[in-house]
């Protein structure tokens, strides 16, 4: 036998590391081949649809002015009522739709209990938007 330098005895052996420059190079390819076919794979049927609105009408609703005056007088949109004639237009307001909104201007000085029954008669009337209006602190 002869002995060279780069002669080995394991040559019947498996090799230790694997080669990536084909493995990278076959990524490279499918790679382009991906990216030049998937524009061709786009499919697209041209039709005439119709045109619509899709925007919500948003109708706003009526706003009423309930007034308690420091006397005790209740006033509907500046007209003097009585507690009869309240009712009987909060009963009426309520079957609107949309529904209106109420707001209850009281004066200060007035006592919390009429406040408090004509905040009743809505509820019981059927109205469920109240809002109180309040005068900003002037510094």
Not at 104 to 119: F, I, P, T
Not at 121 to 125: D, E, F, L, R, V
């Given at each position: 036998m002869a002995m060279?330098?780069?002669?080995?005895?394991?040559?019947?052996g498996l090799m230790n590391e694997i080669n990536m420059t084909p493995l990278v190079d076959v990524m490279l390819v499918l790679l382009i081949v991906f990216m030049v076919t998937?524009?061709?794979i786009r499919h697209a049927v041209k039709i005439d649809l119709p045109h619509a609105s899709s925007q919500k009408e948003e109708i706003k609703p009526l706003q009423i002015n309930v007034s308690i005056a420091a006397d005790g007088s209740v006033m509907w949109d500046d007209q003097k009522v009585s507690d009869e004639t309240l009712r009987t237009r909060i009963a009426q307001a309520?079957?609107?739709d949309p529904q209106p909104e109420l707001h209850?201007?009281?004066?200060?000085?007035?006592?919390?209990?009429?406040?408090?029954?004509?905040?009743s008669?809505?509820?019981?009337?059927g109205?469920?938007?109240i809002g109180f209006v309040t005068q900003p602190v002037s510094h």
């Open positions: 060279s330098p780069f002669a080995s005895d394991d040559d019947d998937i524009p061709v309520a079957q609107a209850l201007n009281a004066d200060r000085k007035v006592a919390y209990e009429k406040v408090a029954q004509v905040m008669a809505a509820q019981a009337g109205l469920t938007k």
